[in-house]
């Protein structure tokens, strides 16, 4: 994997304005970073721990916030109750941020409710938007105030740290959506989903294809080098719509990229 590119995608990943979330933003771009040092991504890890290793970095190479905590594990009658990401402190103000961090992928389906937020999905659809921030509002930042969670955390005042929100997100609409989207989606939204069915349809004999591993999920196709035929991958998308699983699909047609989700539902 290429570093430079993993750590490009999360620096340039969408997030979710506040009044769609609920939570105060904590926007990447924020910190001071000079100049990133080489390091080598681990590769034997989870893509959501992967970028928790990657923002861990940039924490860490900026000049304007210093982590205190990281990956706290609470535990309460020798039993992990919950995880808390990040402690950090503005190096200026000396303002603490408990930070909660998540990398996200959700598609909209707009069968699913009159309310927008209701409709993003996991591409497999075990999990939404809705589903997470209710997480965070009633297990993941609460968890700072548990008591045990006090005693864990020496020489840090809880009653006067702010919660920020870092939710990484690439969002993903039907193809030929008909409807309008709140603008507030729009900065995150990276492409389309369609099945398998219209995929085929639509294919162009100058079109090629890649098919992602999760751990590459987010980075632009134009870095990547192998490009397929379609019948190459197609036994392989016919699979993955029998075992429900919904791929990421590269697709590359000269110079233009595109980046889309075929869906088994």
Same mark, same amino acid.
């Given at each position: 994997?290429?570093?430079?590119?993993?750590?490009?995608?999360?620096?340039? /990943?969408?997030?979710?304005?506040?009044? #769609?979330?609920?939570?105060?933003?904590?926007?990447?771009?924020? #910190?001071?970073?000079?100049?990133?040092?080489?390091? $080598?991504?681990?590769?034997?890890?989870?893509?959501? %721990?992967?970028?928790?290793?990657?923002?861990?970095? @940039?924490?860490?190479? /900026?000049?304007?916030?210093?982590?205190?905590?990281?990956?706290?594990?609470?535990?309460?009658?020798? +039993?992990?109750?919950?995880?808390?990401?990040?402690?950090?402190?503005?190096?200026? &103000?000396?303002?603490?941020? %408990?930070?909660?961090?998540?990398?996200?992928?959700? @598609?909209?389906?707009?069968?699913?409710?009159? $309310?927008?937020?209701?409709?993003?999905?996991?591409?497999?659809?075990?999990?939404?938007?809705?589903? +997470?921030?209710?997480?965070?509002?009633?297990?993941?930042?609460?968890?700072?105030? %548990?008591?045990?969670?006090?005693?864990? #955390?020496?020489?840090?005042?809880? &009653?006067?740290?702010?919660?920020?929100?870092?939710? @990484?997100? /690439?969002?993903?609409?039907?193809?030929?959506?008909?409807?309008?989207?709140?603008?507030?989606?729009?900065?995150?939204? +990276?492409?389309?989903?369609?099945?398998?069915?219209?995929?085929?349809?639509?294919?162009?004999?100058?079109?090629?294809?890649?098919?992602?591993?999760?751990?590459?999920?987010?980075? %632009?196709?134009?870095?990547?080098?192998?490009?397929?035929?379609?019948?190459?991958? $197609?036994?392989?998308?016919?699979?993955?719509?029998?075992? +429900?699983? /919904?791929? #990421?699909?590269?697709?590359?047609?000269?110079?233009?990229?595109? $980046? @889309?989700?075929?869906?088994?539902?």
């Amino acid at each position: 994997m290429n570093s430079t590119s993993r750590i490009k995608s999360i620096l340039q /990943s969408g997030s979710l304005d506040s009044t #769609l979330t609920g939570f105060l933003n904590f926007d990447l771009r924020s #910190l001071d970073i000079q100049k990133i040092s080489d390091f $080598e991504l681990p590769t034997n890890i989870r893509l959501g %721990h992967l970028v928790e290793k990657v923002v861990s970095k @940039l924490i860490q190479e /900026s000049i304007n916030f210093r982590i205190i905590y990281e990956n706290v594990q609470i535990i309460e009658n020798q +039993k992990t109750i919950g995880e808390i990401d990040f402690i950090i402190e503005n190096t200026a &103000s000396k303002q603490q941020i %408990h930070l909660e961090l998540a990398y996200k992928f959700y @598609l909209f389906d707009p069968s699913i409710s009159s $309310e927008p937020i209701l409709n993003w999905i996991g591409p497999n659809r075990n999990d939404s938007l809705n589903e +997470k921030l209710y997480k965070l509002k009633t297990k993941q930042f609460p968890l700072l105030f %548990h008591p045990c969670a006090v005693s864990q #955390l020496e020489n840090i005042d809880v &009653s006067t740290i702010t919660q920020k929100l870092c939710l @990484l997100v /690439s969002l993903f609409i039907p193809y030929n959506l008909k409807t309008e989207l709140d603008p507030k989606y729009l900065p995150a939204i +990276k492409g389309f989903y369609i099945n398998l069915k219209t995929f085929i349809e639509l294919h162009n004999p100058d079109n090629l294809y890649y098919l992602p591993t999760k751990k590459d999920w987010g980075i %632009h196709p134009a870095t990547n080098e192998t490009w397929q035929e379609l019948n190459t991958i $197609e036994n392989v998308l016919k699979l993955n719509r029998l075992e +429900k699983q /919904s791929p #990421l699909c590269w697709q590359k047609q000269g110079n233009y990229y595109t $980046e @889309l989700f075929i869906v088994w539902w």
